[in-house]
């Protein structure tokens, strides 16, 4: 997890997310690069000489606000490294320390920030807060879904680390393998792995112990537990675990059952995207 992009918002959780970034470089010796999601204007269109006639706004009409919004966001991510302690460098594989970056080669949309997470080991982004400009929960998702890559969502609050203890948010799904197999660096590296399950939160699939059997094989000293009897909902109880236990990385898939489904009926993924108090680390 050497490649770190880090998807930067005007919020006041743009120093946690960044510092978070930071912790995951330290881990090892990675690149933190640093990039805005640029406007799409090329769509825009308005109402020009009356009833019925539209014409669209020329891009550059836009471009003066965009690039001083852009430089914004520039500058309070660049602050928020220098208090993270990361160094402005070019990414090298011979770096002995964590390094940091500016990327201006964005295409314009989210759609284009989740194609450019292709290229990176992972993505970090801030939890999304409703009713908020930003950070958005759209921008995540788009990263989410559109890169095929894990994806690091941080609380809005300053953490001291990454990964010590972890917990395995498991529920037999694809989507929960996937973030367990993505997750192995920090897995590997920590010093408590529990594997989560809870009544009312599995699909068909593997149970918390054989997946405690795999991550051994692979040098991890997992431990499975289950949480029965008790009315609260997964989400809910994977939460309250990690703050019972002060845990401070979650993994977990995202979106066993649809967003719609979720957005209308809640789901794990649902409350976990709108309250989680520790990282999570999503995959899809």
Same mark, same amino acid.
Not at 117 to 142: H, K, N, Q, T, Y
């Given at each position: 997890?050497?490649?770190?992009?880090? $998807? +930067?918002?005007? /919020?006041?959780?743009?120093?946690?997310?960044?510092?978070?970034a930071g912790l995951l470089a330290r881990l090892f010796n990675g690149?933190?690069? $640093?990039?805005?999601?640029?406007?799409?204007?090329?769509?825009?269109? $308005?109402? +020009?000489?009356?009833?019925?006639?539209?014409?669209?706004?020329?891009?550059?009409?836009?471009?003066?606000?965009?690039?001083?919004?852009?430089?914004?966001?520039?500058?309070?991510?660049?602050?928020?490294?220098?208090?993270?302690?990361?160094?402005?460098?070019?990414?090298? @594989?011979?770096?002995?320390?964590?390094?940091?970056?500016?990327?201006?080669?964005?295409?314009?949309?989210? +759609?284009?920030?989740? %194609?450019?997470?292709?290229?990176?080991?992972?993505s970090v982004l801030p939890r999304p807060e409703a009713g908020a400009?930003?950070? %958005?929960?759209?921008?995540?998702?788009?990263?989410?879904?559109?890169?095929?890559?894990?994806?690091?969502?941080?609380?809005?609050?300053?953490?001291?680390?990454?990964? @010590?203890?972890? $917990?395995?948010?498991?529920?037999? /799904?694809?989507?929960?393998?996937?973030?367990?197999?993505?997750?192995?660096?920090?897995?590997? %590296?920590?010093?408590?792995?529990?594997?989560?399950?809870?009544?009312?939160?599995?699909? !068909?699939?593997?149970?918390?112990?054989?997946?405690?059997?795999?991550?051994?094989?692979?040098?991890?000293?997992?431990?499975?537990?289950?949480?029965?009897?008790?009315?609260?909902?997964?989400? @809910?109880?994977?939460?309250?675990?990690?703050?019972?236990?002060?845990? !401070?990385?979650?993994?977990?898939?995202?979106?066993?059952?649809?967003?719609?489904?979720?957005?209308?009926?809640?789901?794990?993924?649902?409350?976990?995207?709108? /309250?989680?108090?520790?990282?999570?680390?999503? @995959?899809?």
């Amino acid at each position: 997890m050497r490649s770190i992009l880090a $998807v +930067a918002e005007l /919020s006041p959780s743009l120093p946690f997310q960044i510092a978070a970034a930071g912790l995951l470089a330290r881990l090892f010796n990675g690149h933190v690069s $640093v990039v805005a999601p640029r406007a799409d204007f090329r769509s825009v269109l $308005v109402g +020009a000489g009356g009833i019925g006639a539209v014409a669209p706004i020329p891009y550059e009409d836009f471009e003066g606000s965009e690039e001083a919004r852009l430089e914004e966001i520039r500058l309070a991510a660049e602050q928020a490294m220098n208090a993270a302690g990361i160094p402005r460098r070019e990414a090298s @594989a011979l770096s002995a320390a964590p390094t940091g970056g500016w990327i201006t080669t964005a295409e314009p949309g989210d +759609a284009a920030i989740g %194609r450019l997470a292709r290229a990176f080991d992972i993505s970090v982004l801030p939890r999304p807060e409703a009713g908020a400009s930003a950070p %958005r929960r759209e921008l995540l998702e788009a990263v989410l879904f559109d890169s095929g890559r894990p994806l690091l969502m941080t609380p809005p609050r300053e953490i001291a680390s990454i990964g @010590a203890s972890i $917990v395995v948010a498991w529920n037999g /799904s694809t989507e929960s393998a996937r973030s367990v197999s993505f997750a192995m660096p920090l897995l590997q %590296r920590a010093q408590r792995v529990v594997v989560l399950t809870v009544d009312g939160g599995m699909v !068909d699939g593997p149970s918390g112990q054989d997946i405690c059997r795999s991550l051994r094989l692979n040098g991890v000293a997992a431990e499975a537990v289950h949480i029965s009897g008790t009315s609260r909902s997964p989400g @809910a109880m994977y939460n309250d675990y990690c703050a019972e236990t002060g845990c !401070d990385l979650m993994i977990k898939g995202a979106y066993t059952h649809s967003r719609l489904r979720q957005l209308i009926f809640g789901g794990a993924t649902d409350l976990i995207l709108t /309250s989680a108090d520790v990282p999570v680390l999503f @995959a899809h």
